[in-house]
Structures are given as C-alpha cells and as structure tokens.
C-alpha cells in the first residue's frame, strides 16, 4: 500500500508541476517531458500517456466499440509511438493541446481500421 500512496503522491506533485505554465498540456511541452532525464518529469510523461490511453478505450466501451488495444502495451511502447508522431508535428502545433494529436497517434498505431468508421 505504501508505494502506491508514494506514487500517487509523486504523480499529483508532477501534475501540479506541469500544469503552472497554461490550462493543458502542450505539443512541445509533451515532447520536452518526455525527454527529459529528470525522473519526475518523465512519470509525468508515462501516466499522462497512460491515462490518455486509458480514457481512449473507456470512451470506445461506452460508445459501444471496439476496444484498439487488444494487447498489453508496454508505457516505453507508447511513448515511443506517441513521441515519433509528435515530433512530425510539432512545428506546425507546438503550442496546441497534446492530447489531440497524442490520441490519433494511438488510433493509427492500435486502431487505424476502426479511427475512419468511429467518426461517421
């Protein structure tokens, strides 16, 4: 039990951290996160991912669909995926709300069959 209050204890701290510059999570500010060597900074960056993908496939079973992650995915995976497209990215949405292009970077990479369909 100890640890799990540890962590979360470490990650509300990191989130307060993070959240001082603006009311979200940029493009670059994602990026700059997740390649830091500052440890808190990158638990920063692996629980916003993995509450991100968490959400994703809470909102897919409540509208009914499919669930895109059929595979335990391992958060160096993730971020790996998520990080390579935003880097694509980020000279034209820099400043613009990471999770956007964070999700459809997931989509194509677990999802890319189903992203068309969904938005019907």
Same mark, same amino acid.
């Given at each position: 039990?100890?640890?799990?209050?540890?962590?979360?204890?470490?990650?509300?701290?990191? %989130?307060?951290?993070?959240?001082?510059?603006?009311?979200?999570?940029? =493009?670059? $500010?994602? /990026? #700059?996160?997740?390649?830091?060597? *500052?440890?808190?900074?990158?638990?920063?960056?692996?629980?916003?991912?993995?509450?991100?993908?968490?959400?994703?496939?809470?909102?897919?079973?409540?509208?009914?669909?499919?669930?895109?992650? %059929?595979?335990?995915?391992?958060?160096?995976?993730?971020?790996?995926? =998520?990080? $390579?497209? /935003? #880097?694509?990215?980020?000279?034209? *949405?820099?400043?613009?709300?990471?999770?956007?292009?964070?999700?459809?970077?997931?989509?194509?990479?677990?999802?890319?069959?189903?992203?068309?369909?969904?938005?019907?």
């Amino acid at each position: 039990m100890y640890p799990a209050v540890l962590l979360c204890c470490l990650l509300l701290a990191t %989130t307060a951290k993070a959240a001082e510059a603006g009311p979200y999570v940029t =493009v670059s $500010a994602l /990026l #700059r996160l997740c390649d830091s060597n *500052d440890r808190e900074q990158e638990f920063f960056c692996r629980g916003y991912l993995s509450g991100l993908t968490d959400t994703i496939e809470d909102v897919r079973r409540i509208n009914k669909n499919a669930p895109c992650i %059929t595979r335990p995915i391992q958060v160096e995976e993730l971020k790996g995926v =998520v990080v $390579a497209y /935003l #880097r694509t990215h980020v000279r034209d *949405d820099a400043d613009k709300p990471a999770v956007s292009l964070a999700s459809i970077a997931i989509g194509q990479a677990w999802c890319p069959g189903q992203a068309n369909s969904d938005h019907r």
